[in-house]
């Protein structure tokens, strides 16, 4: 079977889906800033930041590779349309990140940690859509055999498969900030930490355990040893009192009655074969 080659209406078709993902993309850089704004635990805001250099370089990336398939922007459909979108939201997401700064971002949330955990759930949705673009674009692209797109999709997707995983990863200690504030609960909340005294009974405990059932263990062997030695004890005893010869009761009953008449018969023929005592006859 001969490969496709892509052909020009090939390229514009993968070049509309990869500028639907760059359009996302530039969204998201903007989108980030904000959120990093609005992120008060360190690793959150680590994990944003680092995720923002991929989102730039992803950015460059597709920029580049729309450039190398060389379609015709005139013959790319939206995208005039998707060019608005982009300056759109840019101005948008600025006026949100200079919001996010000031006193009016407790406006959107209830807490400022329920603020933080709306964050999460934007940057969460954000990355499944990312990975439904990249999804698409690498169907698409290994179909018409572009195999060098088909590739870039798989390495962003997986980019933003790891993103979900790291916001999963934090995602329950940020709720449980959030329950703690909002719906405050003492005996719930209560996590006390173990002292000194507590981990050194513990250990002790658990040392006791282990020698116990050490013992336990040596014990019983020893017991199946000594039983062991006993029963070969006597039955070395009961050979050497018989010399080692059979029992008349070990004897089967067969051949005990076997063995009788052969005795009778050989006495009655050395009787028969006595002479008869001499008797006084008379003269």
């Known amino acids: 079977m001969t490969a496709h080659q892509t052909n020009d209406r090939d390229r514009v078709v993968i070049s509309k889906y990869l500028l639907e993902a760059l359009t996302k993309e530039e969204q998201l850089v ?59 939201v840019g101005t948008v997401a600025n006026k949100g990140l200079a919001l996010a700064k000031g006193p009016l971002q407790a406006l959107r949330g209830t807490s400022p940690a329920d603020n933080e955990l709306r964050n999460v ?13 990249y999804r698409v674009i690498e169907t698409v692209a290994e179909q018409l055999g572009d195999h060098e797109t088909a590739e870039l999709a798989r390495a962003h997707r997986a980019e933003e498969e790891a993103m979900q995983r790291t916001l999963e990863g934090l995602l329950p ?45 040596t014990s019983a062997r020893a017991t199946k040893t000594t039983s062991t030695k006993t029963t070969s004890t006597k039955r070395r005893g009961s050979h050497a009192a018989g010399d080692g010869k ?3 009761s070990s004897t089967p009953a067969s051949l005990r009655a076997k063995s009788t008449p052969r005795r009778s018969t050989a006495t009655a023929a050395k009787t028969a074969r006595k002479p008869a005592p001499a008797t006084n006859r008379p003269a």
């Open 30 to 88: 903007t989108a980030l800033q904000a959120q990093i704004a609005l992120a008060e635990r360190p690793g959150l805001q680590n994990a944003l930041s680092d995720h923002l250099l991929v989102t730039r370089d992803q950015v460059t990336a597709l920029r580049r590779r729309i450039a190398e398939i060389g379609a015709e922007e005139s013959s790319i459909p939206g995208l005039a349309v998707a060019e608005a979108v982009v300056g759109l």
């Open 121 to 133: 759930r934007d940057c969460y949705w954000n990355e499944a859509e990312e990975i439904a673009h």
């Open 173 to 217: 200690a940020i709720v449980r900030h959030v329950v703690e504030i909002e719906s405050p609960d003492p005996v719930r909340d209560r996590r006390p930490e173990p002292t000194r005294a507590a981990a050194a009974a513990s250990s002790s405990s658990a040392a006791s355990a282990t020698a116990s059932k050490t013992s336990s263990s």
């Open 246 to 248: 059979p029992t008349p």
